[in-house]
């Protein structure tokens, strides 16, 4: 099969729509398919194709008009050409008035794939009136012209469905980078407290980060810690900073750069269990590696994993303030940490897998371009 990719070409992504570019490009390659990626400049005057890096995907930059919901006409014609020998697309993301106006322009069939970005506490936090403009005029109905939708829970499509009549819904979660090899996880040492671990944007509140700090400075005992590592994030950094500085338990806090490779895998093993008490998400991959790396995860509705942790029983669900999940994972003993990492990491290696979520999503556009004849 020929398939059109929308979204940002980013190589070294470690997360978001970059990375899922990345990751279904790759996999569909392997499995023979060619792939073109679209990607918007909204600074560009002319077509420009770029090497990808990568064997067997090609990269288009287009122009387009940024917020507009309409395209130039060099991108109108690039788009009729490259899908009249296209099989189908794939939009990811939303909200983007540029994949909405590219779906009225595709001769090929399309599905879209949101990456959490229907979450009701999303929109309400970012833009609310102009995203409930947008969704009535364009994004509606670009999403039901779609031949499916794919979504990476169940908790997800009742949002979507909250918002649009989708002909399809696929559920298929994300996977783990290239290569990832399932390390032996070491036993806890036996040091006195527990020691937690969040990874990701210092995004205070939609990563739930002021729920965070509150809930370890109200469970947490004297020989616990908890270590906040990531990036900047609109001034994210700043905020956080101000709340753990109001912390009764600022001393047992450490905040850090991010961390990559042998320096991330040496934070999981340092640690005794993931937090991720995120407001609206896609997915975290920071949680999907985690659990991968064996390790207990606290974890929110929001970040889309909650009923396959509760399921597996890999960690804890926090509802609430986040407290009484948090001091459940604090108060744990070493052979629940043990037995629930050991869960983790089965889930991780049962349900986590790019490949299988390409393949799930090309046959079901071949499926329903069958159903419609």
């Known amino acids: ?55 067997g995907v090609e990269v288009v930059h287009v122009p387009s008009y940024g917020r507009l919901p309409v395209l130039p006409r060099v991108t109108r014609r690039l788009l009729r050409r490259e899908s009249a020998d296209a099989d189908a697309a794939v939009l990811l993301s939303v909200f983007t008035p540029f994949h909405a106006s590219a779906g009225r322009h595709l001769s090929c069939p399309y599905a879209v794939a949101p990456l959490g970005g229907y979450a009701r506490e999303s929109i309400k936090a970012r833009g609310r009136l102009r995203k409930w403009a947008f969704l009535k005029l364009v994004e509606r109905r670009f999403l039901e012209r779609a031949l499916l939708v794919n979504v990476w829970s169940h908790r997800e499509q009742e949002e979507l469905e909250l918002l649009c009549r989708p002909r399809q819904v696929l559920v298929t979660p994300p996977g783990l980078p290239d290569g990832w090899q ?79 490779g042998a320096d991330k895998a040496e934070l999981f093993d340092q640690h005794d269990a993931f937090v991720h008490l995120s407001r609206w998400e896609g997915l975290p991959l920071a949680v999907v590696e985690a659990l991968a790396s064996g390790m207990p995860v606290v974890v929110t509705a929001a970040t889309n994993v909650a009923d396959l942790v509760q399921e597996h029983g890999a960690g804890w669900v926090a509802t609430g303030d986040g407290t009484a999940a948090l001091g459940a994972a604090l108060r744990a003993s070493d052979d629940e940490l043990v037995a629930a990492g050991r869960n983790a990491q089965e889930l991780a290696r049962t349900e986590f897998d790019w490949d299988r979520t390409a393949a799930s999503l090309l046959r079901a556009l071949s499926r329903a371009r069958q159903s419609i004849g």
């Open 182 to 260: 399932f390390p032996s996880r070491p036993a806890p040492d036996g040091a006195p407290g527990r020691r937690l671990l969040y990874l990701g944007r210092f995004a205070p509140a939609q990563k739930g980060l002021d729920l965070l700090v509150q809930a370890f400075s109200l469970a947490a005992g004297p020989d616990d810690q908890l270590t906040l590592a990531g990036v900047d994030h609109g001034g994210g950094l700043a905020r956080l900073q101000r709340l753990i500085d109001a912390s009764p338990a600022r001393d047992r806090i450490v905040v850090r750069g991010p961390a990559w």
């Open 1 to 55: 099969m020929r398939l059109l990719l929308f979204g940002a070409w980013e190589p070294q992504s470690p997360g978001g729509p970059g990375a899922v570019a990345i990751h279904l490009s790759r996999a569909w390659v392997a499995a023979g398919h060619e792939v073109l990626v679209v990607a918007e400049d909204p600074r560009a005057k002319t077509v420009t194709r770029l090497p990808s890096g990568a064997a």
